[in-house]
């Protein structure tokens, strides 16, 4: 199957002139080799598929004798990365007749040859191969030809390799901004302004008050209030209209700085969060197998669900969120206030006492999984089991730590409302709703982050839902039982509980009625078991969403139950008790870990 | 009645020194009143007054005791039942209300020509109310003072304060009320004759 962005490559490149217009078809015309002992092959410059990481090479012998054909290999930078697979040695190739070869890459990992071996770095002496996505001569295909009479004297005949990919803007650019599109812009963004009205409503309803309920939208005589979710649009009105104060002895850069310290390690970070396995382009409506989904993680015919699949992963987290620190010191510190500057001393403390404890608390996972990327960790707790599981008490050392700091209650002394009112205390307007935002999206990355690390991101608990589908019709009808029981009770419990509350609680109810009837027609057709890819990964979307919002639920549950700390409080939990737990926790997982080394991917 | 010493350990057990269980449950208690509050009928335990809602009469809440806004009330004929005695305005600790009076022309009574309430002075104490003689002015509207534009328009005068009014089943001291036909015969306090 040609996949649609060969084809918009193809279509380009030809457009613009750089293929000669029979670029897919077989080119007989050879490069090297005098003219009686040339064979044939097809095609005739030779591609390497990005996808399968493979040239296919079918060696015709066309000439008028029977030849030896020997001594089949690579040359060029990546030499190093292939192997003939088909071994046909040096072998005589009769008239007429021909011979199907595949060279592979060696290495999984291996993308287009962009990344030239080690040693073939070293042994030759070639240079770096651009990293454009089209290069052709960087690597050929040589062997020896010789007539079965004259067997010593050898012909080398070469073939150019094409390595041929989609440019780096289909590969990287469009994958990386459409992602991040769908996750900051349409689903992070949102949800934390949906928090910002959350933490009011949640608040009220635990202490049995009404909370915001007033904002609507009048159609004519009917008033749609939606239990107050107006009030996301009308405080960020409020917020863009209030007047944007500065205080005169302020330091206006830094002061005009410090919202985006806050906010933009906040947003950056998602870059290594995955929301799903990988998406294949071709295969949407198909039942794929996990081998297919590994090469779309590896970006070959597809892309991984994360913005960024690098591998220093949780490192790139500890170095930006040290880096929101700034963010809180300078807004404090720039406000020329002297409550400001206190607050930002807190922040600065807490948040640099607490990165420690981050940090140890999760090296127990990290010796688990044997991974700092993301993506992998899921996939090892896919093959084992849930990081909640394998370590409970790093899941308690890290959340306690997590919203630590995110600088809320019950670590929210930087703010303390009571005593001092914060760092952001000069700050009005959309200034100050930017630390506001910045905070919730804080607490959502802490719900990605637990998710991802302790609850196997997008996977369904037991390995239920595998690449290609339910691991048994028994499985299915479970999933979506439950599931429809779950949401037809929750929609009947809104239609009861609330005025005007039918529209919700249909919907509500009518996603559970269907997912029941997914259920029974599993029961009565035995189906679920093989699904289309594109089911596949709207399902990981979703229960990774659903356990993002349960995780942003229970932190504004521990946000509005617990009394705050005072201040030496959080310093001796800190350093006196969450970080001999984690050091503690650490020995224990190693000498685990060493006594089980075989049956843990560690 | 004896009072009672409840002691109370401030030994902190490892219980209490773990934080967790306690911690636990905390989160259980709010957890279940977010849950009963969310979705039980009528919002479970919430006892919130709806003010301010369309379908939410607020006088219905009030007790019959709340003072609101001054009215003041009729008599039969429809007319002041006021007799400008100034008893009101000379309790009224603010200060708030200014009568003029006239002659009722009934030989007996005076009126109020002009009674002005200003209800931004007004420290709703209620005295106007026990001071009245003749049940003239109360403060059982249920009404809460309204937001004016202009201050002067939370100036109530007669009109308006009679318009919120309603007929009295007080007896109407006045006109045809003679006390001292009507009092018992032999009661000490209606012996003495002025004349």
Redesign the interface.
Known sequence: MVTYSRLVLLWLLCCVGILPTGCVGDDPALVGGSAPLTIQTAPGRLVFDAKTSEIAVKVTNNTDADVFVSDFRIEGPDWESFMITDDVGSSALAKGVSVELHIRSQTADFVGGLRPSAVAAEHLSAPAPAPDSFREGSAKLVFGVAQVRRPDDVQAQTVPIRFEESPWWMRYALPAAAKILLLVMAFIMPLASFLTWLERK?SA??????GPN?ANISLGPLKIRLWGLLHVATDGLKMLFKEDFIPKRAHRALYTLAPLFGLIPALVVFAIVPFGDAVCYDGLFDTLTQADVDQCAAGRGGTPMQIAHIDVGLLYYFAIASIATYGTVLAGWSSYNKWAVLGALRASAQMISYEVAIGLSLVGTLLVYGSLEPHTIVHAQMDTYWGIVLQPIAL?LFFTAAIAETKRAPFDLPEADSEIIGYFLEYSGMRFGLFFLAEFIEVVFVSALITTLFLGGWTLPFGVLGASGFSSALACQVVFALGGLLFTV?GV??W???KNGEFVGALVGLAGLAQLLVAGWSAVTGWGTELPHLAIVLIGMLTWGGKILMLCWLQL??R???PRFRYDQVMSLGWKGLLPLSIANIVLTAVVVYFMMGSLPA | MTIGVKKVSLVRTTRDQIY?PA?FE??L???R??FK????????????I?Y?EPEVDVKDYYPDRFRGVHRLMHREDESVRCVACMCCSTVCPANCITIEAEDRGDEREKAPKSFVIDELKCVVCGFCVEACPCDAIRMDTKEHMFPTEQRGDAVLGKVDLMSRGAASVAVQGGISADYRADAPKGDPRFDHDPH
């Open positions: 949640q309803m635990m202490q049995d008050r009404v007033m308690v929750l419990a809104i009861r509980a609330h549950l521990i509005w139950t617990l | 967790l911690i905390g989160l208690t709010t957890a009143h977010f509050n969310t979705l039980t009928p009528g919002m479970g335990d919430v006892d919130t709806r301010g």
